[in-house]
């Protein structure tokens, strides 16, 4: 039993039947080659009357819950599969934890490090092979920077299903040990993640299988929306500020989906404002936010291979998140980010990927233009494990 109704062009607000797999929609995709941000991604619509009475008699049965019965609920209600179907490896219910050691700040950490395979990616994977499991698909290709890769070798191996990876040779090696030992099909591609996209996007289409390219299949999107649901259960109320590490914009895409999903059942009433943290080198949507106009970032070169992308994929939807939610695009280099890395390593003991410090780094950089007032709850969203990639790591000595 779940409340998923239909999927809807985000472009042109077309609705199509959840019955069989469907990517991005017919009519907006038919100009698409690789090389552009995808045209026409769907997304999943509710029956939100029913999610809000159901919320209303989840909170008067249980006006104690806590926050991992609250995200139970939340994630349930608002997910477009029902939970027979999941891999049997659990996802997400990850750690907030309330930090003021960081230049004496209140920060909201949500590390995302510590799911199965270490990154946010297993909450895309997790529906994903939850819908290969529902379909009774044997098959799940995908291209991926790393994380991605063993995100989806591991919940496929959960599942019994085979996973094929596109990856750029350039991987971190623990990222490319996780693909391999956990069985999935390697493909090392010569060259960038648009590179590795286009290949598995080329695969897909000659096999019998289901595509988890990031932002291609609707659930991708929804798979991260619960990370946005679980800061809601976890703060009992919407953060004011919430900083993301943003490469295709689908991490971005997903939070926001979250809140506009609780406002559409009117469980809440305002818009965390969105903060896409980018590396100065991979700054698609930060100058698409700014200028209007899309172009592809120049020649991506970061610490921070989780975030290094030359077109992301949601451009158009994260874009869309920032200005809806009054957030904003900010560019930090490695330097900014090795720094934070270590800072927060040192200072709150988390390990997190250089992407995710990214986050920090465009937070002390919003503290100089003193965006932010004083009382405001803010999150960074640590999305991937330092382990993930050690030789990134720099030691003054
Ligand atoms: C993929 C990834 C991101 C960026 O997510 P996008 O959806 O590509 O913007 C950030 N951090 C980590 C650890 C990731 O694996
Ligand atoms: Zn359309």
Known sequence: ????????????????????????????????????????????????????????????????????????????????????????????????????????????????????????????????????????????????????????????????????????????PAKLVQIKVHNAELHLVEGTYDDAFAAALDYFATHDCLNRNTAYHPFTIEGKKTGGLELFAQLGEVPDYIFVPTGDGVILAGIAKAFYDLKEAGITDRLPALVAAQSESSDAITSYWENGVYADAIKPDTIADSISVKTPSAAHLAVKALKDSDGIGIRVSDEEILSAQKMLASRTGIFCEPSSAATLAAYFQTLEQAWIQDQAKVVLMLTGHGLKDIQAVKFDD
């Open 1 to 172: 039993m779940n409340y998923f109704n239909n999927y809807r062009c985000t472009r042109c607000g077309q609705e199509y039947e959840p019955d069989k797999p469907i990517y991005l929609c017919p009519v907006c995709s038919k100009t698409y080659q690789p090389g552009m941000p995808l045209p026409g991604i769907l997304e999943c619509t509710f029956d939100y009357a029913q999610i809000a009475q159901a919320w209303e008699e989840f909170c008067i049965a249980f006006p104690d819950a806590n926050a991992t019965q609250k995200i139970e609920e939340l994630c349930e209600l608002f997910s477009p599969l029902d939970k027979e179907h999941y891999p049997n490896l659990p996802v997400g219910n990850t750690p907030l934890i309330c930090s003021q050691s960081l230049m004496g700040k209140t920060l909201y950490l949500k590390f995302d490090g510590v799911n199965p395979s270490g990154s946010y990616k297993d909450r895309a994977s997790n529906l994903m092979v939850a819908e290969a499991r529902r379909l009774g698909i044997k098959e799940i290709v995908t291209a991926s920077t790393g994380n991605a890769a063993a995100s989806l070798a591991a919940l496929c191996a959960a599942a019994g299903i085979k996973a094929v990876i596109f990856a750029p040779a350039k991987a971190p």
